[in-house]
């Protein structure tokens, strides 16, 4: 009798194994974990006469930090443009956004800066608030 006892503990024993193994990978099955956001930016048409054609302006989102209380967890502060070339230099630069709904955001505030002395980057800041998955394009025009 004591044999079959034994055997019906181990069994017990295994079978509540089975059985929180299951629950956990239940559990795990709902969890969602992937962020489809995207912090890759690229290349930006630019409306300029002294940038060479063939001379991309590429772009980048700053290092992005973490916020867990807002619904997109990520922010990042700044937007650079890279790539501006010496041409520029001096010109008054504005820069804008495009938003998934096609509406465009502009950047640059009423008085427009001015690319440095050796062109190259220019680094805007993006407003308070911006998810920069909600982000669709940027936008840079060069002029004076």
């Known amino acids: 009798?004591?044999?079959?006892?034994?055997?019906?503990?181990?069994?017990?024993?295994?079978?509540?194994?089975?059985?929180?193994?299951?629950?956990?990978?239940a559990s795990a099955s709902q969890l969602n974990l992937s962020w489809t956001g995207n912090f890759q930016t690229g290349s930006v048409e630019v409306d300029a006469s002294c940038q060479p054609t063939g001379s991309p302006i590429t772009t980048a989102f700053s290092t992005p930090s973490f916020d867990g209380t807002v619904t997109s967890p990520w922010k990042v502060?700044?937007?650079?443009?890279?790539?501006?070339?010496?041409?520029?230099?001096?010109?008054?630069?504005?820069?804008?956004?495009?938003?998934?709904?096609?509406?465009?955001?502009?950047?640059?505030?009423?008085?427009a800066p001015s690319v440095g002395a050796a062109g190259g980057t220019?680094?805007?800041?993006?407003?308070?608030?911006?998810?920069?998955?909600?982000?669709?394009?940027?936008?840079?025009?060069?002029?004076g």
Request: hydrophobic content about 50%.
């Open 77 to 111: 502060a700044n937007v650079t443009f890279s790539g501006v070339d010496a041409e520029c230099a001096g010109k008054k630069y504005e820069a804008a956004y495009k938003l998934a709904t096609g509406d465009w955001v502009k950047l640059t505030g009423a008085s």
């Open 122 to 143: 220019l680094t805007v800041a993006l407003p308070t608030g911006v998810a920069p998955d909600t982000i669709a394009q940027f936008a840079l025009s060069i002029y």
């Open 1 to 25: 009798m004591s044999k079959k006892n034994s055997r019906r503990k181990v069994m017990a024993v295994g079978l509540a194994i089975v059985g929180v193994a299951g629950l956990s990978l």
